[in-house]
C-alpha cells in the first residue's frame, strides 16, 4: 500500500475514534473506554503523520530528533502535570490544557506566515491562517486568565467600560485582519502579524477578566471549543481531514456544552459574557438588612440532631473540596447510615467549580453513587427531611436566587435548603460566597451555624456520635 | 490551496461535523459535563498533527520555525497527553461504585 493511503487511512481511524469517544463519553458507564477510544486514535493519527505524511512536492517529515524529543518532554511534563494535579484544581488544569492547544495552533499559523512566501496565495488561504492566529492566541491568552482566576492568583475586574473596550478590541481585530487579507499592499506581513498577535492576546484577557468566578465553567467551556475551532482552521490549511473533523466536532460539541452549562445556571450566553456579574456594590449591599442575628450550634447538639433523625440530606460545596473534607465526610454519613439514618447528597449541577466537579470528588471518596441526588430530584423531598447539613457550599442554597430581583444569582436554579425542618450550615467564617453575594440563609430562623473548618468539624462530629 | 471544489468537500466534512457534534452531546447528563469537557479539550489537541507537519517540513537552517516548531509540538503534546490522562483520572474516580 502507498503510504499516502496509509496515511489517510489513519486519519479516518482517528476521525472515527474521536466520533465515538466523544459518544461514549455523553454516558456514565462508556465514559472511560470511550476517552481512551479517542485516546488510543491520536496516537495511530500521530504515528500516521510522522511515518507517512509527504509535503506538496513529496518531501517527508524531517526533523525527526527534534520532534521526538518535543513529545518525549511533553509527554513526561503533560503526565505528570495530570497524575499530581489535585482533583480540586481540575477545573484549572483543564483550561491550561487548553490554553496550550491553543498557543500550539497559534504558533503553526505563526511559523506558516514565516517560512513561505505568501504574496501569491489567495485571499481564501491567508483568511484560513490568519484566522487560526486569532483564534489559538484568544484561546491561550483566555486560558491563561481563566487558569489563574479559577487558581485565585488574579483578581476579577469589574466594570462596565470594559464592555465596550472588548467590542472596540473585537472591531480592531476584524478591520486588521480584513485589511490584511483583502488589501495586502496597504500592510506589510510583519505588521499585520504584531498586530493581530498583540490585539488578540489582550482581547482574550479582556475578555475574561471581568467574567464572574461562578461563570468560568462556561468560559472554559467557550475557550474549548474555540481551540476546537483554532485546530479546524488548522485542518484547512493543511488539507487535513483528522485535524478538520477532530476540531469542527470539538468546536461544536463544546458550543453546545457551553449552551448546556448555561441553562443548568438558568443563564444566557449572552448574559455571562457581556454582562459579567457586574455591579459588586449593589449586590454586596442588599444582604446587609437591619440587625440579623446568627444563631450558632454546638457539636453535641448537632450530633444529636442528626443521629435521631430519620432523613438527613448533606449539600456538599467546593468548600468540602478546599478543606479536603470529603472522606470524612463519607465517615460521618456512614455512621448515620449505620445507625438506619436515610442520608443522601444533594448535588447542585454547578457545586464545586464545573458541572460534574462535586460528583468526581465524592467518588474519589468512594461515596456510592446512587447516595448522590441530583437538585431536581432533591427539592420535592426537602420538606420531609429532618436535617440538612451544608458542607462548603453557599451560592446554590442561597433563597436570593428565588426572591431577590436585583441579586446577580436571581433565577439562578437552588436547592431549596430552607424547606426543610432545620438547616445546619458548616462554615468558616460568615464570608460571602465565590460569587461575591450575601447569603440571607445564615440569618434563617431555621438556620443553626457551626463554624470551623469543615475537616475539623467533620471530625468532631464523628467522634461524637460513637459517644451517642 | 484555492476556493476549489476541492474546499467545498471540505465543507462537506465541517457542516457533517458540526452536525454529529451537536447530536453527540445532547442529552448528556450534568453530572458527565466536566469528563466531557476535559475529553473534547483532549480532543482538539490534533492540532499537534498540524505542528508536526509545520516542523517536520521546516527548513534545517532556518533557526526560527525550528524553534518555534519544537515549541509547537511540545505544547500541542502537553495538550494531549495532558488532556486524555487527566480525563481518565476523572472518570476512573466515577468507575469505582463498589
Not at chain 1, 443521629?307 to 467546593?318: E, L, M, R
Request: overall charge negative.
Amino acid at each position: 500500500m502507498s503510504s499516502e493511503i496509509l496515511l489517510q487511512l489513519s486519519y479516518l481511524i482517528g476521525s472515527i475514534t474521536f466520533i465515538l469517544g466523544l459518544k461514549m463519553l455523553s454516558s456514565a458507564d462508556s465514559a472511560r473506554r470511550g476517552n481512551l477510544l479517542a485516546a488510543a486514535g491520536m496516537g495511530i493519527a500521530i504515528v500516521g503523520t510522522i511515518f507517512f505524511h509527504k509535503d506538496s512536492e513529496g518531501h517527508a517529515i524531517g526533523n525527526l530528533i527534534w520532534i521526538f524529543a518535543a513529545m518525549l518532554i511533553g509527554t513526561v511534563v503533560g503526565y505528570l502535570m495530570a497524575m499530581r494535579v489535585k482533583m480540586t484544581a481540575m477545573p484549572q488544569m483543564v483550561s491550561f490544557f487548553n490554553g496550550m492547544g491553543g498557543a500550539c495552533a497559534a504558533i503553526i499559523s505563526i511559523v506558516e506566515l514565516h517560512s513561505h512566501d505568501h504574496s501569491q496565495a489567495s485571499p481564501w488561504y491567508m483568511l484560513i491562517i490568519y484566522l487560526g492566529l486569532i483564534i489559538g492566541t484568544v484561546s491561550f491568552s483566555g486560558s491563561v486568565i481563566a487558569y489563574g482566576k479559577l487558581d485565585e492568583k488574579i483578581k476579577d475586574i469589574n466594570s462596565k467600560a470594559l464592555t465596550y473596550i472588548n467590542l472596540l478590541l473585537l472591531a480592531l481585530v476584524f478591520g486588521v485582519l480584513g485589511v490584511t487579507v483583502f488589501s495586502p499592499a496597504t500592510i506589510s506581513a510583519d505588521m499585520a502579524l504584531w498586530l493581530l498577535l498583540g490585539l488578540s492576546t489582550l482581547y482574550g484577557v479582556l475578555f475574561v477578566m471581568p467574567i464572574g468566578g461562578a461563570d468560568m465553567p462556561v468560559v472554559i467551556s467557550l475557550l474549548n471549543s474555540f481551540t476546537g475551532m483554532a485546530a479546524a482552521f488548522g485542518g484547512f490549511m493543511y488539507n487535513n481531514p483528522v485535524m478538520l473533523t477532530g476540531g469542527i466536532l470539538v468546536g461544536s460539541a463544546g458550543t453546545i456544552l457551553t449552551v448546556l452549562m448555561c441553562t443548568a445556571m438558568n443563564r444566557s450566553l449572552l448574559n455571562v459574557i457581556i454582562g459579567s456579574f457586574g455591579g459588586g456594590g449593589s449586590a454586596a449591599g442588599g444582604g446587609a438588612k437591619g440587625d440579623q442575628t446568627v444563631r450558632e450550634i454546638t457539636l453535641t447538639d448537632t450530633a444529636i440532631l442528626c443521629a435521631y433523625a430519620s432523613k438527613v440530606s448533606i449539600v456538599p460545596g467546593y468548600g468540602l473540596a478546599v478543606a479536603q473534607a470529603q472522606h470524612i465526610c463519607h465517615e460521618f454519613e456512614k455512621n448515620l447510615v449505620e445507625r438506619g439514618v436515610e442520608v443522601n447528597y444533594a448535588i447542585h449541577p454547578v457545586a464545586g467549580r464545573m458541572p460534574g466537579h462535586m460528583n468526581v470528588l465524592l467518588a474519589e471518596a468512594d461515596v456510592p453513587y446512587p447516595m448522590l441526588v441530583e437538585m431536581e430530584d432533591v427539592n420535592p423531598n426537602l420538606p420531609n427531611t429532618d436535617v440538612v447539613i451544608i458542607v462548603g457550599a453557599n451560592d446554590v442554597v442561597n433563597p436570593a436566587a428565588e426572591n431577590d430581583p436585583s441579586s446577580p444569582i436571581y433565577g439562578m436554579p437552588v436547592i431549596k435548603v430552607w424547606e426543610a425542618k432545620t438547616v445546619i450550615v458548616l462554615k468558616r467564617s460568615m464570608r460571602a460566597g465565590y460569587a461575591g453575594i450575601e447569603n440571607e440563609l445564615f440569618f434563617h430562623p431555621k438556620t443553626k451555624m457551626l463554624f470551623g473548618d469543615a475537616k475539623d468539624t467533620l471530625t468532631k462530629l464523628v467522634g461524637e456520635l460513637k459517644g451517642i | 490551496m484555492e476556493f476549489s471544489p476541492n474546499t467545498l468537500e471540505l465543507l462537506y466534512i465541517v457542516i457533517l461535523s458540526v452536525l454529529l457534534g451537536i447530536e453527540v452531546i445532547s442529552n448528556v447528563p450534568a453530572i458527565l459535563h466536566t469528563p466531557l469537557m476535559s475529553g473534547a479539550n483532549a480532543i482538539h489537541g490534533v492540532v499537534i498533527i498540524g505542528a508536526i507537519i509545520v516542523m517536520g517540513h521546516a527548513k534545517s537552517d532556518d533557526y526560527v520555525a525550528l524553534t518555534l516548531g519544537f515549541l509547537a509540538v511540545l505544547l500541542g503534546t502537553l495538550n494531549v497527553v495532558g488532556g486524555f490522562v487527566v480525563t481518565n483520572r476523572m472518570l476512573e474516580m466515577f468507575k469505582k461504585k463498589k
